[in-house]
């Protein structure tokens, strides 16, 4: 396959080929080369995939943890030789086609992907980043660094502050206990290599950081003998080589990089951590430790050894109702426990992670998993599980499925975790078929045995890690800075300060300096001419199983068939809402009349791609007010399956067993233990959600099946379980049996026309074993319930915040096509460079595309509230002002059409078929906003600033996250109060 193409590329003479080979799987041809004058890594994978993606990475080993990598991945994408705008980044937001746009810092490397389906675009693209990293501005303008990094400010009342856009970002990222969890693992298992550091650095290792050290780090690894080359798709490989040899690649000669990922001694990886993580002063500080055992599974390990290890792990603890798994939980140790393997590593590691745990039982943490793995492993694993695990894994391979993610861009970064280390593996991930076709003839044998054995016990590599809640932490910690700055200033000249706020004005001035039109006119962009004016169609096909309707959506998935049961549950009383949220969580965990726990999970990995339960609401775009509530089950399996797969639900549905009362709470455990995470860790969402709710009825809904509310509920059922348990259980089986009936079922499914007759015949004996009718109808309304009011605080015990602000526009101009452009603009030119650049938040965003009758806005691990509020405020007075060229219109319209176009994959096509036949969103009425995005004007945007100002003004303002600066900006709210459980009285 594409032989004409590997032959334009041998007649190439400044690269030489090293590989040369047909990837079966993925349909593409692999070619590895090295450019001959330059040194540089290049790997070509050639196929039919429209989706274009570049990536160029380099190997950055760290010695310390000031996040230099990571603060140079930010800064060399703040402008260039060739194309001097401050942010070209944003640039190309605004003006391209992209379907992947960003970069990535990993411990040992750093990585610049981007894809799109616009070989113009696509060329721009390669073209700015390729600059980016070889000629960016960093050496002629300091400000950059002091920006994205580290610097210092000068605060209102004269005293020193640290301040900077990735310090603000670690911040937040080392408030969890989870990711201190997470970087104590590695710092135990690799005390002397790369990742014994935090590549993305420690806030306080980071204030250590300077100018010189940041230059020098990008001198010694930005050259293209350390750079790794990918490109993916269907692009012209010869013009892509040749234009990268002429204008970047033959302008170096080729060095020793000295970038090896050094491995780890084993004799000095066993180490045992104690540290601990900041609490609230009063939050419930009872069995609040994480525990981690982490072990390195080998040096030099295989493509085979690796899936088997993972399929190993999880046939030992990942699984529903694993043997390690149910050890720990039964012992009470705990109230979550995990694990995970990470083979994307120079040598790949395994942890076992215990969350809420009690500090006193950590040796008896250890010895159960030891124990239970060695007697496990001398009895056998079981082998239907393993099989179930292959074909489960197979199933996603082949599937390809990278959800939102284009799948070149996931595929070159998973290349990127064996390339960088040994370049005969830079395929390895095309070759999945000959690893499951070995891993099928290894369960007879005993190698899952002696592989478990090798990696798994016969090991002195383990690192224990035991991470302690500390209440006041966080005050100290920031008590402490204050003392050092204090320190710092007073030690200081008057010479020294003098320049802290000349710097400061430089900084400034160069924010707020614009890019001038010859800078600007270097980045490229499309033209309107460019994009696809018509919108992609939907596809409805409205069938019949007996009574019940079936839409089915005509795309083809390769043989997979994507199935969606909606159960229609509108009606359900308040009450009744978490509970039935619980039930969607529960009914993949629990047992059946047919099968325990354990192995229902073997059977639907056996024979599909998953099972899985949730509630989705549908509102009329027309009338918000108007929604419906369903419950609803998602699966998808081969056409040879589907019978399998459908007598799978309907075990599930009808015979499920809720009466197993020590499963149960330890599932609920893990819920809340997963809640308090998400919670906190997503601040901006779960803010966002919280808004929303006090303004719009769907929104409380999901606030009560999804966010705070549901968390309330799951910590007030665990903390009266044994009495509430029966209630509980029973409530459990009465609303499943409500629930689940022919009379209020609609179905969906994504499957071309060959292959519905195979759904059709395998779920029709599902559908009529149901009962005719439920509890619920198709006729009746959802209860109006009483809405939470007030802005509210959520205070943590972490260094950041999340703001959201959300208003109410029932206003129809906000949901046309103009909206959409509108978002992009605020989102760029207001919110990001002031909340962002001057602000030092690491992110800010908002959605002004009322599609159920709100806007909303929020910030992403901030420093501060008040002031961002404030740039919220300040939206209709800039938008009443805003003015725009047609070339600057042009680049905003361009921007929003690279989120409407995004390639889909035939799930995801079937999915917004239904959601807009659903939602009552008829094809001309999406043809007519994508008439509006592509003509949209700036007076269309001027039009804005009445519906958003009343919009703002009477939002409702949600903030999670630091105690101090809750308290600091009380005046904006009307109550503070804990988002986590806090100490019993």
């Known amino acids: 396959m ?76 703040c402008g ?66 002091r920006q ?30 989870e990711r201190v969890l997470y970087e104590k693992s590695l710092e135990g298992l690799f005390p002397d290599t790369t990742y014994g550091f935090n590549s993305g650095g420690e806030p306080e290792v980071i204030r250590t950081l300077t100018y010189e050290k940041f ?26 080589l040749e234009w990268m040899d002429e204008n970047y690649l033959s302008q170096y000669d080729a060095i020793d990089p000295d970038s090896e990922i050094k491995k780890q001694d084993p004799a000095r990886s066993n180490r045992d951590i104690e ?45 529903n109702g694993a043997p390690v798994w149910q050890a720990v939980m039964e012992s009470g140790i705990c109230e979550d426990f995990s694990c995970w393997m990470d083979t994307d590593l120079r040598q790949p590691i395994v942890s076992m992670e215990a969350r809420n745990a009690d500090p006193a039982r950590r040796e008896e943490f250890v010895e159960i998993i030891k124990n239970t793995l060695a007697k496990e492993i001398e009895k056998g694993l079981n082998k239907k599980t393993i099989m179930a695990l292959i074909n489960r894994r197979e199933f996603e391979y082949l599937e390809a499925d990278s959800a939102s993610t284009p799948r070149g861009i ?97 900084l400034e001035k160069y924010r707020e300096t614009p890019d001038t039109k010859e800078a600007l006119a270097t980045i490229p962009v499309l033209l309107r001419e460019d994009m696809t004016k018509t919108v992609l169609p939907v596809s409805n096909k409205e069938r019949r199983i007996g009574n019940v309707p079936v839409w089915q959506h005509d795309y083809s998935g390769n043989g997979i068939v994507y199935a969606r049961l909606f159960f229609d549950i509108t009606g359900i009383k308040e009450d009744e809402i978490v509970p039935v949220s619980l039930l969607a969580r529960l009914l993949s965990h629990v ?70 009362k020590k499963h149960i709470y330890d599932m609920l455990n893990m819920l809340r233990s997963g809640l308090e995470y998400s919670l906190e860790a997503a601040g901006h969402v779960t803010g966002r959600l919280r808004s929303a709710a006090t303004i719009r009825q769907r929104r409380y809904f999901d606030l009560k099946a999804t966010g705070i509310e549901l968390y309330k509920y799951v910590d007030s059922l665990l903390n009266d379980f044994d009495n509430r348990f029966p209630s509980f259980c029973a409530q459990l089986k009465e609303l499943c049996g409500q629930i689940v009936a022919r009379g209020n079922l609609i179905v969906s499914v994504t499957a071309p026309d060959e292959a519905y007759s195979a759904f059709e015949k395998g779920f029709e004996k599902l559908i009529g074993s149901l009962p005719a009718e439920g509890r619920f109808g198709k006729t009746g309304k959802m209860e109006e319930f009483t809405l939470p009011s007030g802005n509210e605080a959520f205070y943590t015990a972490g260094q950041v915040t999340y703001t959201a602000l959300v208003g109410e526009c029932r206003d129809k101009y906000a949901q046309t096509g103009y909206a959409k452009v509108l978002t992009t603009i605020l989102n760029n030119e207001l919110l990001y460079p002031e909340i962002r650049i001057k602000g030092g938040a690491y992110g800010a965003f908002g959605m002004f595309y009322a599609i159920d009758d709100v806007i909303s806005m929020a910030t992403y691990r901030d420093s501060k509230v008040k002031e961002s509020v404030d740039v919220f405020k300040k939206i209709a007075g800039f938008v009443n002002g805003f003015d725009a060229d047609e070339d600057q219109m042009t680049k905003f319209i361009i921007g929003t059409m690279s989120n409407e176009d995004s390639p889909l994959n035939a799930r995801q096509r079937g999915e917004r078929s239904f959601d807009h036949m659903m939602r009552r969103v008829s094809p001309e009425r999406l043809q007519r906003m994508r008439d509006e995005l592509l003509s949209t004007t700036a007076e269309d945007i001027r039009k804005f600033a009445p519906v958003l100002e009343k919009a703002i003004e009477s939002g409702t303002l949600t903030s999670v996250g630091n105690e101090s600066i809750m308290c600091e900006n009380a005046a904006l709210f009307d109550r503070i109060t804990p988002l986590l459980r806090e100490e019993k009285k």
């Open 591 to 660: 047992a059946t009349e047919k099968f325990g726990y354990s192995e229902l999970d073997d059977e639907i990995n056996l024979v599909s791609g998953g099972i899985n339960f949730g509630i989705e609401e549908f509102e009329n775009i027309d009338d918000v007010d108007d929604y419906r509530a369903y419950f609803r089950v998602k699966t998808k399996a081969k056409e040879d399956r589907l019978s399998d797969v459908a007598g799978l639900i309907g075990e599930m549905l009808m015979n499920s067993l809720f009466d197993d």
């Open 148 to 177: 994205e990094g580290i610097r210092f400010d000068i605060g209102e009342n004269g005293e020193l502050l640290y301040n900077g856009v990735v310090y603000n970002e670690m911040k937040g990222a080392m408030s969890s206990p």
């Open 2 to 77: 594409f032989d004409e193409r590997a032959k334009a590329i041998e007649s190439l003479t400044n690269y030489e080929i090293l590989k040369n080979e047909d990837l079966t799987d993925a349909s593409s041809r692999g070619m590895l080369l090295r450019h001959k004058k330059s040194g540089a890594h290049v790997a070509l994978v050639m196929n039919d995939d429209n989706n274009k993606t570049f990536s160029i990475g380099f190997r950055t080993p760290v010695e310390d943890s000031t996040g230099v990598p990571h603060i140079i991945e930010h800064s060399v994408l």
């Open 410 to 506: 996931v595929y070159l970064l998973d290349m990127y975790g064996k390339w960088i280390y040994n370049e005969d593996r830079v395929f390895e991930t095309f070759k999945g078929t000959e690893v499951f076709a070995k891993l099928r003839s290894m369960i007879e044998d005993g190698s899952f045995e002696r592989i478990a054995k090798e990696k798994f016990l016969d090991t002195d590599r383990w690192a224990y890690v035991t991470l302690l809640p500390k209440k006041g932490l966080g005050e100290e910690r920031d008590a402490e800075l204050v003392k050092q700055l204090k320190e710092k200033k007073a030690s200081m000249s008057a010479e020294e300060l003098d320049k802290i706020g000349e710097d400061a004005k430089k």
């Open 215 to 240: 230059l020098a780090f990008h001198k010694r690894y930005y050259h293209p003998s350390n750079s790794y080359i990918a490109l993916y798709g269907d692009f012209d490989a010869k013009e892509r």
């Open 275 to 319: 540290s601990v993580y900041p609490l609230g002063d009063k939050e419930d500080d009872k069995n609040k430790a994480y525990f981690a055992i982490n072990f390195i599974v080998g040096d030099e390990t295989t493509a085979v050894e690796n899936a088997a290890s993972g399929i190993i792990l999880d046939t030992l603890i990942g699984k």
């Open 80 to 145: 260039s030789d060739k194309y001097p705008v401050k942010d070209p980044f944003q640039e190309l937001v605004k003006g391209s086609l992209n379907t992947f746009l960003n970069a990535m810092t990993y411990g040992d490397r750093t990585i610049y992907p981007v894809a799109s389906c616009n070989d113009k675009d696509f060329k721009n693209l390669m073209g700015v980043y390729m600059d980016a990293v070889f000629h960016p501005l960093i050496y002629s303008r300091p400000e950059i660094f």
